[in-house]
């Protein structure tokens, strides 16, 4: 298949004087050889939609420093399902075919899921669009390439699908974008390094891509969507290397990376707690307080000036399933994590997260350890805080 895009990889060479804004991209799961399906652990465990007191239940679980959402926050589309209430949990319809190891992004008021693959591990090109306000999933143009373990971001209209892994697990540097109102796919040009199971966050029109299954290492790279060209930035910091399945979001103009696997690309493979933040401005990286434990295979995204981090998978971890329930969260103001109600149902396997009208959308995922597990479930949390400055400001860079 010809490509359409061109490939203009170039080096750092001081800042990138870059404003912030609040996005993200995240990460995924990994594989398995063997089938470890199990029925999804009991919606008991965390808090659910609609509580009989008609608000949310915080009771032994530490308090987030931060600042009151204000009355009138929005929570859910206009027209859309009722929210759960603030710091609680719902569920909205089901995914139409199963998935996991795919990603998820948002695009004009709406979500997106695509590639990965379903407990077969046939891999897949399918997309699958939800409208809040409708409640509702439908099918878009499916991908060119199968690909499970891609990064993706939205953006003026358009949904960028970076890298990935075909068939076997090969990484590779294949970059398109969904047109979605032509409902038709472009290729861009490719990644200066192959890589699945990274993950992405935007500043602008600038697309950040951090690490990667082995041998993508902790190469970071930046795509700049005007230009359709690639720049390659400092390295993730080396403490971990080959660093894969982790998470990253952009807050107040700066890139967040969270946890991960690291020492290979397997769901067994060592798990890290590290919190690394990235300034475009300078080009440095530095380091922030670790998550409260190490995971890998996780998910996220940025709400109201917060990185919410959840789910993900390991190897005798000692939950149920081999899969974290953990929903925890950083505030970069104060620099602090705090742990919030578990997943209901505990997931891993999905690269992104989608934060729209105040509800966090968690589509799909695998419900027990290994690539054999991939479901419909699809969760919403609402959350209860916001970890912007009071006065209204950009966060301090």
């Given at each position: 298949?010809?490509?359409?895009?061109?490939?203009?990889?170039?080096?750092?060479?001081?800042?990138?004087?870059?404003?912030?804004?609040?996005?993200?991209?995240?990460?995924?799961?990994?594989?398995?050889?063997?089938?470890?399906?199990?029925?999804?652990?009991?919606?008991?465990?965390?808090?659910s939609e609609e509580p009989a007191s008609g608000e949310a239940s915080n009771e032994g679980t530490p308090s987030l420093p931060g600042v009151a959402l204000p009355e009138g926050t929005p929570a859910g589309a206009p027209g859309g399902p009722p929210p759960p209430a603030p710091g609680a949990y719902g569920e909205r319809a089901a995914l139409l075919a199963p998935n996991s190891e795919m990603a998820v992004?948002?695009?004009?008021?709406?979500?997106?899921?695509?590639?990965?693959?379903?407990?077969?591990?046939?891999?897949?090109?399918?997309?699958?669009?939800?409208?809040?306000?409708?409640?509702?999933?439908?099918?878009?143009?499916?991908?060119?390439?199968?690909?499970?373990?891609?990064?993706?971001?939205?953006?003026?209209?358009?949904?960028?699908?970076?890298?990935?892994?075909?068939?076997?697990?090969?990484?590779?540097?294949?970059?398109?974008?969904l047109d979605t109102v032509t409902d038709a796919w472009t290729e861009l040009a490719p990644l200066p390094t192959p890589r699945g199971g990274g993950a992405a966050a935007r500043i602008d029109d600038r697309i950040y891509?951090?690490?990667?299954?082995?041998?993508?290492?902790?190469?970071?790279?930046?795509?700049?969507?005007?230009?359709?060209?690639?720049?390659?930035?400092?390295?993730?910091?080396?403490?971990?290397?080959?660093?894969?399945?982790?998470?990253?979001?952009?807050?107040?103009?700066?890139?967040?990376?969270?946890?991960?696997r690291y020492d290979g690309g397997g769901f067994a493979s060592p798990m890290t707690d590290s919190l690394d933040v990235?300034?475009?401005?300078?080009?440095?990286?530095?380091?922030?307080?670790?998550?409260?434990?190490?995971?890998?295979?996780?998910?996220?995204?940025?709400?109201?000036?917060?990185?919410?981090?959840w789910g993900g998978e390991g190897s005798g971890i000692g939950e149920p399933n081999d899969v974290f329930p953990d929903h925890d969260v950083y505030d970069p103001l104060t620099n602090t994590w705090a742990a919030l109600p578990p997943l209901p149902v505990p997931v891993h396997g999905v690269t992104g997260g989608v934060f729209l009208d105040g509800l966090i959308y968690m589509p799909g995922g695998g419900t027990s350890s290994g690539g054999n597990s991939g479901s419909v479930i699809h969760q919403v949390f609402r959350p209860d805080r916001t970890c912007e400055a009071n006065d209204g400001q950009a966060l301090p860079r």
């Open positions: 298949m010809p490509r359409v895009g061109r490939l203009q990889v170039r080096r750092l060479q001081g800042g990138l004087p870059l404003a912030g804004v609040l996005l993200l991209g995240a990460c995924g799961s990994d594989d398995a050889d063997v089938d470890t399906r199990v029925e999804p652990s009991s919606p008991s465990r965390g808090q992004a948002e695009v004009d008021g709406k979500v997106y899921v695509l590639g990965g693959y379903p407990s077969s591990r046939d891999v897949q090109t399918t997309v699958q669009i939800y409208d809040p306000v409708a409640d509702a999933w439908r099918f878009a143009a499916p991908m060119l390439v199968p690909t499970h373990h891609p990064v993706a971001v939205g953006f003026e209209g358009k949904l960028f699908s970076l890298g990935g892994q075909l068939q076997g697990d090969v990484n590779t540097e294949r970059a398109f974008a891509v951090v690490g990667g299954r082995p041998p993508a290492g902790n190469a970071f790279e930046v795509y700049d969507v005007s230009d359709d060209a690639w720049t390659v930035l400092p390295s993730l910091p080396l403490a971990f290397d080959e660093r894969n399945h982790l998470i990253a979001a952009a807050i107040g103009g700066k890139i967040y990376v969270a946890g991960g990235f300034d475009p401005a300078v080009g440095t990286w530095s380091s922030a307080a670790p998550m409260l434990r190490p995971r890998g295979g996780i998910n996220g995204v940025a709400a109201f000036g917060c990185f919410h981090v």
